[in-house]
């Protein structure tokens, strides 16, 4: 059964770095795009980050600057290094994976993250406090 497990997550002051780190088993198809989502209480799911086998990386303009994700060609890991956290960037924050196979896995809704998109796969989520 494909898994994606999250690590990384955890209460740090304004100003440090967090390294999130997503990695998935068992999955049989190719990779599109492995991406980060983050939600809020109030908010609506956001698209923070997403990476591609090629390199091509997408950042919310929130995080730009400042978050860089990264892919390990390897398997199908992803990381997230984010640095000069601000309270604004205390979320939820859930890995997905896109996948290509003819015919692919089917695609959902986390419904942990409401308004997000479709995806194959979702982590359970970490949660990333930053307090003054």
């Known amino acids: 059964k494909v898994r994606l497990v999250e690590s990384g997550g955890g209460s740090v002051q304004v100003g440090s770095s967090l390294t999130l780190a997503c990695t998935g088993t068992?999955?049989?198809?190719?990779?599109?795009?492995m991406a980060w989502f983050r939600q809020a209480p109030g908010n609506e799911c956001e698209l923070v980050s997403s990476?591609?086998?090629?390199?091509?990386?997408h950042y919310a303009d929130s995080v730009k600057g400042r978050f860089t994700a990264s892919l390990d060609s390897a398997g199908y890991t992803q990381y997230l290094r984010m640095d000069m956290l601000k309270a604004e960037d205390t979320a939820v924050y859930f890995c997905?994976?896109?996948?290509?196979?003819?015919?692919?896995?089917?695609?959902?809704?986390?419904?942990?993250?409401?308004?997000?998109?479709?995806?194959?796969?979702w982590g359970q989520g970490t949660q990333v406090t930053v307090s003054s």
């Open positions: 997905a994976v896109d996948v290509r196979g003819f015919p692919g896995p089917p695609s959902f809704k986390n419904p942990s993250c409401s308004g997000g998109p479709w995806r194959n796969y």
């Open positions: 068992d999955i049989s198809f190719d990779l599109i795009e």
């Open positions: 990476v591609r086998p090629d390199g091509m990386t």
